[in-house]
């Protein structure tokens, strides 16, 4: 039996995955997650075999909840299952330890398939994202790939507007540590300050920046 935690923020997006995956043989959902908190808490708890991950979640991102998780259930598989498509999420996703990686387009077999195969240690990737990957090797880093999978965090929440020491309240960390963050992540971005950061995380696509009217 392979057992399976939902993260998502959409209470009808997880309602909806576990009358899938409950229909299926050999498969358990053993608990619903909101957040990062909720779903490092469930984990914890249930230390299941798979936790299926959104990375939009309320406060914190799905990876950072990837890596909590982690930290404490090293054995469960992490197969993310979101909307983002983005060269610098994925890539820090599967740096924070997430085995596989499909969009939300995905049809219900594959998801299922790819659930399968995390539960017994493959990776699992929907087209989409085996062609970003394709693309990265080929084409070479990009700049967010330079930063760390708790940078990339820390710029995301800035990105969304949040301040430092709201970012200091969601990530569990003190507001002088994440001031410390964003000096490092000018550095390797060489950006002097937080509005060019913020033109380049618009840039790369990690935040939609509005149109001018």
């Known amino acids: 039996m392979i057992r399976i935690i939902l993260?998502?923020?959409?209470?009808?997006?997880?309602?909806?995955?576990?009358?899938?995956?409950?229909?299926?043989?050999?498969?358990q959902v053993v608990g619903e997650a909101a957040s990062a908190d909720e779903a490092y808490?469930?984990?914890v708890e249930q230390m299941p075999d798979v936790a299926v991950v959104d990375l939009s979640l309320r406060?914190?991102?799905?990876?950072?909840?990837?890596?909590?998780?982690?930290?404490r259930?090293?054995?469960?598989?992490?197969?993310?299952?979101?909307?983002?498509?983005?060269a610098g999420h994925v890539t820090q996703?599967?740096?924070?330890?997430?085995?596989?990686?499909?969009?939300?387009?995905?049809?219900?077999e594959r998801v299922i398939e790819a659930i399968r195969k995390v539960a017994g240690g493959q990776r699992a990737f929907s087209p989409e994202i085996a062609q970003i990957l394709a693309d990265e090797a080929i084409e070479g880093e990009r700049p967010f790939s330079h930063l760390t999978p708790r940078e990339f965090e820390v710029l995301r929440l800035l990105a969304h507007g949040e301040s430092a020491l709201h970012i200091a309240q969601s990530m569990h960390l003190s507001p002088k540590t994440i001031l410390n963050?964003?000096?490092?992540?000018?550095?390797?971005?060489?950006?002097?300050t937080d509005?060019?950061?913020?033109?380049?995380?618009?840039?790369?696509?990690l935040v939609t920046m509005p149109s001018a009217s």
Do not use: C, N, W
């Open 7 to 27: 993260v998502d923020d959409h209470a009808v997006v997880r309602s909806g995955y576990r009358r899938l995956l409950g229909s299926e043989p050999g498969f």
């Open 41 to 43: 808490a469930l984990a």
């Open 59 to 71: 406060g914190s991102s799905g990876i950072e909840a990837i890596r909590r998780i982690l930290s």
């Open 73 to 86: 259930a090293p054995r469960t598989r992490i197969l993310v299952l979101s909307m983002h498509e983005g």
């Open 93 to 108: 996703a599967l740096r924070s330890g997430a085995l596989g990686y499909l969009t939300k387009y995905s049809e219900p």
């Open 181 to 192: 963050y964003l000096s490092l992540i000018r550095q390797k971005l060489d950006a002097e």
């Open 195 to 205: 509005f060019k950061l913020l033109h380049l995380a618009a840039r790369h696509g």
